[in-house]
């Protein structure tokens, strides 16, 4: 069974930087895709970054580019997410997903991450 455990989360000024950690379990994740997507409240669920367990494609929100860097340890089957210059309309509960083939199936519990302008 998939398991995937967000971390990291927290309260942050304007300007400043944290980073999410993604612990997954359960199988073998190189065929899978890996993403973070967040939800505010009163908004939809939105896509953030991916990234392609094998072979390290990225992607990213138009939002995010520039701003954000996901990254992946094959050997900890670790997912992470560095977000820099982080801005109060990053406020959001953030979750870690799984994709085996076409859609996003395996969710974690989220992080909440905070930014005070």
């Known amino acids: 069974q998939v398991q995937l455990v967000e971390s990291g989360g927290g309260l942050v000024q304007a300007g400043g930087s944290l980073r999410l950690s993604c612990a997954a379990s359960?199988?073998?994740?190189?065929?899978?895709?890996l993403g973070w997507f967040r939800q505010a409240p009163g908004k939809e669920r939105e896509f953030v970054a991916a990234?392609?367990?094998?072979?390290?494609?990225?992607y990213y929100a138009d939002s995010v580019k520039g701003r954000f860097t996901i990254s992946r340890d094959n050997v900890k089957n670790m997912v992470y997410l560095q977000m820099n210059t982080l801005k109060p309309e990053d406020t959001a509960v953030y979750y870690c997903?799984?994709?085996?083939?076409?859609?996003?199936?395996?969710w974690g519990q989220g992080t909440q991450v905070t930014v005070s302008s």
């Open positions: 990234i392609k367990w094998s072979g390290g494609i990225t």
């Open positions: 359960g199988r073998t994740f190189s065929s899978y895709t």
């Open positions: 997903a799984a994709r085996p083939a076409i859609s996003y199936i395996y």
